[in-house]
C-alpha cells in the first residue's frame, strides 16, 4: 500500500502572514463621506476584496524606501484598496485583525485564491474531507520527519494507513487529496484552513 504525502499547505498563507501596512488617507484629501466601517468579523467577501487590495498593497509597500511611504504610493495603495470596495479604514481592521488570526490569515487565503475548477477533485472536496485530510496530514507528518527521506517499514505504512482511515478518509480518496494538493492553490488554501481551525 503506497500512502502518498503532501508537503503541508501553508505556503498559500505567505501572501497573508504579514498584515500590510496600515494606510493612511493623504491629508490633504478629506476622507470621503462614507458609512463608517463595519465592526465585527469580516465576512467572505470582504475578505476575497481584501485579499484583492493586498496583491497590490504589498507590491507598493514592498518599494516603499527607508520605511515611510510617499504621498504617491499612499495614494497608490488607498486606491488599491477602494477599488476593492472596501473603505480604507475597514482595509486596516481587516488587516490587523488577520495579522492576530491564523484562522482569518486562512479564510483570506482561501479568499484570494481561484476556486478549483469544475470536476477537478480540488472542487469534490468538501469541507469534512479538508478536516480529515488535515487531521491526518498532522499525524503523518511526524511520522514522516521521523524517517528523514527514508522508506517506511511495514509497521509505519500501517500507522500512516491508521492515521488516515482514523481521520475518516479512505486510502485512495487521501492520495486523491494528496496529489490535487500540488496543483491546486485553492485545494491547498482549504486545507490551511482546515489545519487552522484544527490548531483552535
Known amino acids: 500500500m503506497r500512502i502518498a504525502t503532501a508537503a503541508a499547505p501553508t505556503a498559500i498563507l505567505a501572501l497573508f502572514m504579514t498584515a500590510a501596512p496600515a494606510l493612511a488617507q493623504d491629508a490633504a484629501t478629506p476622507p470621503p463621506a462614507a458609512a463608517p466601517a463595519p465592526a465585527g468579523d469580516p465576512t467572505d467577501a ?12 504589498q507590491g507598493v509597500a514592498a518599494s516603499v524606501q527607508n520605511g515611510a511611504p510617499t504621498a504617491e504610493q499612499q495614494a497608490e495603495m488607498a486606491a488599491a484598496v477602494q477599488n476593492s470596495g472596501l473603505a480604507v479604514e475597514r482595509f486596516n481592521a481587516i488587516s490587523a485583525a488577520v495579522s492576530g488570526d491564523p484562522v ?7 479568499a ?4 478549483s475548477a469544475p470536476g477537478s477533485v480540488g472542487a469534490s472536496v468538501t469541507d469534512a474531507e479538508a478536516g480529515q485530510f488535515a487531521a491526518a496530514m498532522g499525524e503523518i507528518s511526524g511520522l514522516a520527519r521521523a524517517l528523514n527521506g ?3 517499514s511495514a509497521e509505519q505504512q ?10 475518516g478518509l479512505d486510502i485512495e480518496r487521501f ?8 496543483q491546486d492553490a485553492h485545494l491547498q488554501a482549504r486545507i490551511a484552513l482546515a489545519q487552522a481551525r484544527l490548531a483552535e
Do not use: Y
Not at 482569518?104 to 482561501?110: E, M, P
Open 104 to 110: 482569518l490569515q486562512a479564510r483570506a487565503a482561501v
Open 158 to 167: 500501517a500507522q500512516m494507513a491508521s492515521a488516515i482511515t482514523d481521520a
Open 112 to 115: 484570494g485564491t481561484t476556486p
Open 46 to 57: 470582504e475578505l476575497a476584496q481584501f485579499a484583492a487590495a493586498m496583491t497590490t498593497v
Open 175 to 182: 492520495n486523491a487529496i494528496s496529489a490535487a494538493t500540488g
Open 150 to 152: 527514508a522508506q517506511p
